[in-house]
Each structure stands twice: as C-alpha cells, then as structure tokens.
C-alpha cells in the first residue's frame, strides 16, 4: 500500500481594487509521491483545440448566438476515484489517539496525478445522460440538438503555405508554415519544421500541401459536427507552380 502525503496551500485573494476579499486555504495532495499502476493510471485529460475554439467564436459572431462563460468552482474535487489512494492525514487535523491511521480517498484532490481525468470523465458523463454528443473531430467539443436549438459546449482544462526551403543550416529540414480562414478570420496557422529533410523545394512545399490539407479536412469535421456545413469545397492556394503540379499528377513524382 502506497500513502501520499499532504500539505496546505494558503492563498489571500483581492478584489480588482486590490482590497481582501477573503483568505483561502486548499488542502493538496503531494501526487508526486504515487506509483503508477498502484494509485494511479490513466492521467492524459483532453482540452479543447485552440482552433475549435476560434471556429466556434467565429460563427457565433456571425449569426449572432449568444456566449455564456462558466467557471467551475473547485472542479477537480468532483471527480470519483477508480483507483485506491490512500493519503496521511491532513497537518493539524490529525486524529491524536489514531496517529497510524490514514484516509482513503473517494474523490480526487489537487494535487494528485488522475484529478483532471477523474474530473473529465465526471462531467462527460453526466453531459452525454443529458442529452449531449461528442464531437468526433475533438474530444472536448460536444454538441446538444433538440427542437428548441443547439448548445454547443467547449471544455478546456486552434489558405496560404509559407515553406522556407533547407532554412535550419544544421537540420537543413524545411518548414512547414500555413495558415487557415473562415471568411475573414484567421482560425488556424502552424510554423514548424518537417520531420525529414525534403531532396528538392517542391517536394517541402508538397509536404507542406498535405499538412494543409489534413488541417483544412479536421476543421471540415468540427463544422459538421457543429451543424455548419460549407456551400463549397474550401480553397487551398500555394505559391509554388512545381507542387501544385504533384497535386494533379500524383504519378508524376515517382517519374
């Protein structure tokens, strides 16, 4: 049996005027002390794609929805542990007569390593009995449909290719540089190095077109899960002639 210890953390919070507005104590979990696959497993918690997040803001604005923000007091505290964690007693609330004692925890605290899990998987649950779907395009997008509207709820704990040819002189891997619109407003963008080095500049700014086009065809599944569907096929320009070739031809870069 694996025993995590404890400690409090003091926070005085203030008004925007700078005034007290109360003093805060929250007792956190010292999860570095778990041992995987003893009191812990599964910690990878989703967040919400910053693009998702733009696509969402951007039709909202277009059609004019209304846009709530909710803040979740104390969130990770809602979530039931799967696995037994067993933690000291918290200072100066020991038992004196039951000093070798320990507490068994039911629900999560800060501090331990599954806390964001336990919460996500918490508050899913209990949307999807409400009637919500789960986007398949991202995990933290879900979407409600009934006769009186949609909601659309985000939960978070993102048409031209730029490609410098050879530019890192140690790697000489090209980079890979695009960025995404929905009408006027840029949604997306990316400026990172390929993962192998490209033989020619056509072949980084193929590159550079697939990555585009994986990107434009995510953000395609997030509008339809959304309830957004395009008049048209979207747009995708690039400046260099040699590669827009490859896209028509695919047999032509094996000649």
């Known amino acids: 049996m694996n025993v995590v210890g404890c400690k409090w953390v003091n926070k005085t919070k203030l008004w925007q005027n700078g005034s007290l507005e109360r003093l805060k104590a929250r007792l956190v979990a010292k999860g570095f002390k778990q041992i995987p696959g003893v009191d812990f497993l599964e910690t990878f918690s989703p967040v919400i794609k910053p693009a998702t ?11 004019n929805w209304d846009i709530r923000q909710l803040d979740v ?10 696995e037994p964690v067993f933690m000291e007693q918290p200072p100066r609330f020991q038992d004196p007569y039951k000093l070798r004692h320990v507490c068994k925890l039911n629900r999560a605290l800060y501090g331990l390593r599954q806390a964001p899990r336990a919460w996500f998987d918490c508050f899913i ?3 999807l009995a409400t009637g919500f779907f789960c986007s398949t ?3 933290s ?3 409600h449909r009934s006769s009186r509207g949609t909601i659309l709820l985000l939960l978070y704990v993102d048409d031209i290719i730029l490609t410098d040819w050879a530019r890192c002189p140690d790697t000489r891997r090209s980079t890979t540089g695009f960025c995404t619109f929905l009408g006027s407003n840029c949604i997306s963008w990316s400026a990172k190095k390929q993962a192998t080095v490209a ?7 193929y590159r550079a077109l697939a990555s585009t086009a994986a990107e434009i065809t995510w953000l395609s599944f997030v509008l339809r899960d959304i309830g957004v569907y395009l008049s048209h096929p979207p747009a995708l320009f690039c400046d260099n002639i040699s590669a827009l070739h490859l896209t028509i031809n695919p047999v032509f870069p094996a000649a």
């Open 73 to 82: 007091k104390n969130a990770f505290l809602h979530g039931y542990l799967t």
């Open 141 to 143: 997008l879900f979407v």
């Open 199 to 205: 033989r020619s500049s056509t072949e980084a700014e």
């Open 53 to 63: 997040i733009r696509i969402v803001l951007t039709i909202a604005l277009a059609r």
């Open 137 to 139: 395009a991202d995990s």
């Open 125 to 127: 649950t209990f949307l």
